[in-house]
């Protein structure tokens, strides 16, 4: 059972840039691609980014291509989401989850993840 806690949120002018970390236990978490979610008030969830297992491969949405970069540690179990210039249509609670796959497998799609986080808040206002 491999157990995600997400970390790093708070409240950011527009403009602004926060890192969020994503850490996992609980279970090897190397053989994991990693997903970056959020959810707005009165909004669906839907992917931000993901990072295969490797590494090597990303995806990103394209409202946050060239704000967002995800990366990954695995010798630290532990993955980023570096948000750049963000705007007030970022805010919302921001979920980490896994899924097994292949070295370079990403998806955004929701209902392919196994594993989630509880979340972090995000709030980007002046």
């Known amino acids: 059972q491999l157990q995600l806690v997400e970390s790093g949120g708070g409240l950011v002018q527009p403009g602004g840039s926060l890192r969020l970390s994503c850490a996992a236990s609980?279970?090897?978490?190397?053989?994991?691609?990693i997903g970056w979610f959020r959810q707005a008030p009165g909004k669906e969830r839907e992917g931000v980014s993901c990072?295969?297992?490797?590494?090597?491969?990303?995806n990103y949405a394209d409202s946050v291509k060239g704000r967002f970069t995800v990366s990954r540690d695995n010798a630290k179990n532990t993955v980023y989401l570096q948000m750049n210039n963000l705007i007030p249509e970022d805010t919302a609670v921001y979920y980490c989850?896994?899924?097994?796959?292949?070295?370079?497998?990403?998806?955004?799609?929701?209902?392919?993840?196994?594993?989630w986080g509880q979340g972090t808040q995000v709030t980007v206002s002046s």
């Open positions: 989850a896994a899924v097994p796959g292949l070295p370079t497998y990403v998806t955004l799609e929701i209902n392919r993840y196994k594993y």
């Open positions: 609980g279970s090897p978490f190397g053989i994991y691609a």
């Open positions: 990072i295969s297992r490797s590494g090597a491969s990303t």
